[in-house]
Nanobody, 123 residues
Framework: QVQLVESGGGLVQAGESLRLSCSAS????????IGWFRQAPGTEREFLTT????????VRADSVKARFAISRDNAQNTVYLQMNSLKPEDTAVYYC????????????????WGQGAQGTVSS
């Protein structure tokens, strides 16, 4: 089992960047696929990107492919989401999630979730 905690959210202006961190407890962190999702008020949870255990496989949603990047440091039990050129429509609660096995892009395929971090982009 793994416990996930997001950090790094905040308020930025349009065009600026944010880097979110997803820190995990447990000694088997490198067994887990980690994904990032977001949810804005009144919308469904949206897949953003995911990374396999060693960073060798990454999938990104087309909507953020040019601006968002995922990476991981297994020695630090942390996965990062670098978000650049932010827009007001990127305002949402950002979640990291974990699962064993292969890469997945559906939220229901993830078993472990963090509490979420608010990211707000002002115009």
């Amino acid at each position: 089992q793994v416990q996930l905690v997001e950090s790094g959210g905040g308020l930025v202006q349009a065009g600026e960047s944010l880097r979110l961190s997803c820190s995990a407890s447990g000694r088997t962190f490198d067994n887990y696929v980690i994904g990032w999702f977001r949810q804005a008020p009144g919308t469904e949870r949206e897949f953003l990107t995911t990374i396999n255990w060693n960073g060798g496989t990454i999938v990104r949603a087309d909507s953020v492919k040019a601006r968002f990047a995922i990476s991981r440091d297994n020695a630090q039990n942390t996965v990062y989401l670098q978000m650049n050129s932010l827009k007001p429509e990127d305002t949402a609660v950002y979640y990291c999630a974990g699962r064993r096995g292969s890469i997945a892009a559906e939220s229901q395929q993830y078993d472990y979730w963090g509490q979420g971090a608010q990211g707000t982009v002002s115009s």
